[in-house]
Nanobody
Framework: QVQLVESGGGLVQAGGSLRLSCAASGRTFSTYAMGWFRQAPGKERVFVAAISRGGTNTYYADSVKGRFTISRYNAKNTMYLQMNSLKPEDTAVYYC?????????????????WGQGTQVTVSS
């Protein structure tokens, strides 16, 4: 089992940047594919990005490609989401998630573990 805690959210102007962090408990962090999801007000939670266990392979939603970068540091049980060129439509609660499946499948399969979420608000 793994527990996840997100941090780094906040209020930023359009065009700005934020870096989200996801800290995981337990010794098995490196055995999980990890991902980020987001939920905007009144909308469903959607896939943002995923990274494979070793960090070699990454996957992104089309809406964030070229602007967001997912990474992980297994020695510190931490995952990151660097968000650049932020837009008002990126406003959402961002969740990190862990999956025993593949990173490639995280945009369709439901991960087993979720964090509590962190709010990102982008003003125009």
């Amino acid at each position: 089992q793994v527990q996840l805690v997100e941090s780094g959210g906040g209020l930023v102007q359009a065009g700005g940047s934020l870096r989200l962090s996801c800290a995981a408990s337990g010794r098995t962090f490196s055995t999980y594919a990890m991902g980020w999801f987001r939920q905007a007000p009144g909308k469903e939670r959607v896939f943002v990005a995923a990274i494979s266990r070793g960090g070699t392979n990454t996957y992104y939603a089309d809406s964030v490609k070229g602007r967001f970068t997912i990474s992980r540091y297994n020695a510190k049980n931490t995952m990151y989401l660097q968000m650049n060129s932020l837009k008002p439509e990126d406003t959402a609660v961002y969740y990190c998630a862990a999956s025993s499946g593949t990173a490639q499948a995280m945009n369709t399969a439901v991960p087993e573990y979720w964090g509590q979420g962190t709010q990102v608000t982008v003003s125009s």
